[in-house]
């Protein structure tokens, strides 16, 4: 169930501003895999009005940990994912991500699936399942197993940051087992998940969660789902009082 489709937003017509570099911290912590300050990111539409929608974002990751990203539709989650991914460069802000970084896109047609080395694949393929499919052409299966090939070819490129764009989308309730099952063993692996689902903050070992193009707050999973509840409880009483 989609527990954050009470205020979607929209920016039709619209299209990327120029944007500036982004500087990288020369001398990152260890234990940090990522770490953003002051990200910001905006769009300019076709009547020439700058849309804001990133706002001085700040978000750190620990090493080896799987976190998760929740908000409203239109909050800026995935933004900020390809921010750190390096698909989009931010009109300015910090940013260091650990190296070599995979991307997993919530559409798996959109995935690349390279890598070199055949022994690494073998081993990433049979870890998400999908061994027996190896000579099956990727456009013959389906939603969910292509979602698996591209976290298995991750992995295969041995990466020390995994960002995840809600697979939830495509990968049932084993399928996402599986996967989490995976990043636990991958103890050098820190992955960031973008989710709509409550439920899964149950398997983290922490969260952020945005509203607006900014982050609200961050911490443990039972503190984000408590403050997330709450907020959606006074709204609903809002809306039965009206």
Not at 53 to 60: A, G, M, V
Not at 74 to 100: D, E, Q, Y
Not at 170 to 192: K, P, Y
Request: net charge positive; glycine share 8%.
């Amino acid at each position: 169930m989609n527990l954050f489709t009470l205020a979607p937003t929209s920016l039709p017509h619209a299209h990327l501003s120029p944007l500036r570099s982004t500087p990288m911290r020369d001398n990152p912590t260890e234990n940090v895999a990522i770490e953003g300050r002051n990200i910001n990111f905006s769009v300019n539409t076709r009547q020439g009005k700058i849309v804001p929608i990133l706002k001085d974002c700040s978000i750190r990751i620990p090493s080896g940990q799987l976190w998760m990203l929740l908000g409203p539709n239109g909050c800026g989650k995935s933004t900020l994912l390809k921010i750190l991914a390096g698909l989009l460069t931010p009109t300015n802000g910090t940013l260091f991500v650990r190296r070599p970084k995979s991307y997993v896109f919530q559409n798996p047609d959109h995935q690349r699936h390279l890598s070199s080395c055949r022994s690494r694949v073998s081993k990433a393929l049979d870890a998400v399942g999908m061994s027996e499919y190896l000579e099956r052409p990727v456009q013959t299966l389906s939603g969910g197993q292509k979602q698996r090939v591209a976290i298995a070819g991750a992995l295969a490129e041995a990466c020390k940051v995994l960002l995840l764009d809600e697979l939830t989308t495509f990968l049932d309730e084993s399928d996402q087992a599986t996967v989490r099952n995976l990043l636990e063993i991958s103890g050098e692996v820190t992955a960031l998940w973008v989710t709509h689902r409550l439920e899964e903050l149950e398997y983290a070992d922490g969260a952020v969660y945005m509203e607006d193009g900014r982050v609200i707050m961050d911490g443990d999973g039972a503190r984000i789902s408590k403050f997330i509840k709450a907020k959606q409880s006074s709204y609903i009483n809002r809306i039965n009082s009206s």
